[in-house]
């Protein structure tokens, strides 16, 4: 997802608005905690890289870490 957002091939409307960005810790933190709990966009991120791509599309399964 970070990879994506630097890209702009998501937004952080599309995340409702978790916008994790590289050297944020405090951002990573809260997608954890998203992500543990099932909320909002953290509930997409709990299904895995793949599931991620998927749903973000716009060329996301084809980056280097896919």
């Known amino acids: 997802m970070m990879e994506c957002l630097t890209r702009e091939l998501i937004?952080?409307?599309?995340?409702?608005?978790?916008?994790?960005?590289?050297?944020?810790?405090?951002?990573?933190?809260a997608a954890l905690e998203m992500m543990a709990y099932r909320r909002g966009f953290g509930d997409i991120l709990a299904e895995g890289v793949k599931s991620v791509a998927n749903h973000i599309g716009q060329g996301s399964n084809d980056l280097p870490c896919m």
Request: net charge negative.
């Open 11 to 29: 937004s952080p409307s599309q995340t409702e608005g978790l916008e994790i960005r590289f050297g944020d810790p405090e951002s990573s933190m």
